[in-house]
């Protein structure tokens, strides 16, 4: 994935 | 999840709950800012677009849920509830708010990891929730005598992104995928600067066992 961004905060 | 995050989010939430149990509780909303309360509301709409479809985990989608609704149910008793808008001090809040929502919609249009539709709003919330305060700020200043549950929201308001600051700081430690944060990491760092003015009289007060009062 594009620059392992993955939201997991809140 | 590390401890830094999660004390940061029951920072977040112990928030929420002080200002819907003044509300609740004691009938009044004054002191506090409507336009703050409307920022908030949209940037967890913003920021949770996903809330049905990216499922992280079931304490996330929890967490996603009671933010939305307390921030909505906030919003319907400051707006509709026959008392509690008759404490509304709206002609102390007077921010125009509306600008910090067009400059934070052209810096996420200019500055983000990805130019589709969901990250662009994603990084929307970001910025917005780093100066969604401000309002609140500036009428705090206005008041002259800060309830106890009013000063305490915003105290936990501020420490909650400072936690996140260290859990930020944490994971670029022991996380090898976590890097290309910079964006949050800076507006995180803004958003919790901006209560640094507010920490010190709020300390000040507290340890002098003064009513906290900030100067004009």
Not at chain 2, 121 to 148: G, K
Request: with cysteine; hydrophobic share 50%.
């Amino acid at each position: 994935r594009n620059l392992g961004e993955k939201h997991d905060e809140l | 999840m590390n401890i830094f995050r999660f004390a940061g989010d029951m920072m977040h939430l112990l928030s929420v709950v002080v200002l819907l149990l003044k509300i609740h509780k004691m009938k009044s909303c004054a002191g506090i800012s409507l336009k703050t309360q409307e920022l908030y509301a949209l940037v967890f709409i913003c920021r949770y677009l996903d809330i049905f479809t990216g499922f992280i985990s079931l304490y996330n989608t929890i967490m996603k849920i009671v933010f939305l609704a307390s921030a909505f149910s906030i919003l319907w008793y400051m707006r509709s509830h026959k008392v509690v808008r008759q404490t509304y001090d709206k002609d102390q809040d007077t921010f125009r708010h509306y600008f910090l929502i067009l400059a934070c919609m052209v810096l996420a249009l200019l500055v983000h990891h990805k130019f589709t539709f969901r990250e662009v709003m994603w990084t929307f919330s970001i910025y917005l929730e780093a100066v969604a305060i401000l309002p609140q700020l500036v009428m705090l200043q206005r008041t002259r005598n800060i309830d106890n549950l009013t000063g305490n929201y915003v105290f936990f308001l501020g420490t909650y992104r400072g936690l996140y600051m260290l859990n930020w700081v944490y994971r670029y430690l022991t996380e090898v995928h976590y890097h290309h944060r910079w964006l949050t990491w800076i507006s995180g760092f803004i958003q919790t600067a901006l209560y640094a003015d507010f920490f010190y009289y709020y300390v000040k007060s507290w340890r002098n066992n003064e009513k906290l009062q900030l100067p004009a």
